[in-house]
T-cell receptor, first 113, second 113 residues
Framework: QKEVEQNSGPLSVPEGAIASLNCTYS??????FFWYRQYSGKSPELIMSIYSNGDKEDGRFTAQLNKASQYVSLLIRDSQPSDSATYLC?????????????FGQGTTLQVKP | SAVISQKPSRDICQRGTSLTIQCQVDSQVTMMFWYRQQPGQSLTLIAT?????????ESGFVIDKFPISRPNLTFSTLTVSNMSPEDSSIYLCSGQTGVTEAFFGQGTRLTVV
């Protein structure tokens, strides 16, 4: 059974702080990893993708991937109340990015003003 | 980037009836998928919608309950058949091209009474 594990939270951080979200996955074959943000009542929105070991930065967001440890993380710098949402870690099944995703249970982030 | 229009956005249905959900993409996509998000849960993959052929279902999902069509590269339907209250969920379609990450329709919030 291929799995993606996340801490469901809630993770609460003050405005301006760094939020750190973590994810582990079980399928060693997977090569494509994604973070989606989901606001309550809305559909998931892609915020980061990462395919190689190391860090990938996009604005206030940094994704980190360690395939040896089967670990993906998302850092959100200068957290804003508008970042309050559920963050879903997703892994593409198989050795390529097919779009066929397995999702973690999501981490709820609360950013307090 | 491509946009998926999904409808209906919500519906309340009587048990024992069926509902068909439609997804229309504004450009051709290679892959289309259907997910279910039960209340308070993450997304679970139902099936891959294959263009011009039968869908490929994940473990726990069967064609008789969730028939899927994909007549062309921009359109797919999911039918939830013989509904029971346990089918109350959000149903989401996603699409992916060879050069993009998976993106989602707005979701259909189904309540079965």
């Amino acid at each position: 059974q291929k799995e993606v594990e996340q801490n469901s939270g809630p993770l609460s951080v003050p405005e301006g702080a760094i939020a750190s979200l973590n994810c582990t996955y079980s399928d060693r074959v997977s090569q494509s990893f994604f973070w989606y943000r989901q606001y309550s009542g809305k559909s998931p929105e892609l915020i980061m993708s990462i395919y190689s070991n190391g860090d990938k930065e996009d604005g206030r967001f940094t994704a980190q991937l360690n395939k040896a440890s089967q670990y993906v993380s998302l850092l959100i710098r200068d957290s804003q109340p508008s970042d309050s949402a559920t963050y879903l870690c997703a892994v593409s099944l198989g050795s390529s990015n097919t779009g066929k995703l397995i999702f973690g249970q999501g981490t709820t982030l609360q950013v307090k003003p | 980037s491509a946009v998926i229009s999904q409808k209906p956005s919500r519906d309340i249905c009587q048990r024992g009836t069926s509902l068909t959900i439609q997804c229309q993409v504004d450009s051709q996509v290679t892959m289309m998928f259907w997910y279910r998000q039960q209340p308070g849960q993450s997304l679970t993959l139902i099936a891959t919608a294959n263009q011009g052929s039968e869908a490929t279902y994940e473990s726990g999902f069967v064609i008789d309950k969730f028939p899927i069509s994909r007549p062309n590269l921009t359109f797919s339907t999911l039918t939830v058949s013989n509904m029971s209250p346990e089918d109350s969920s959000i149903y989401l379609c996603s699409g992916q091209t060879g050069v993009t990450e998976a993106f989602f329709g707005q979701g259909t919030r189904l309540t079965v009474v």
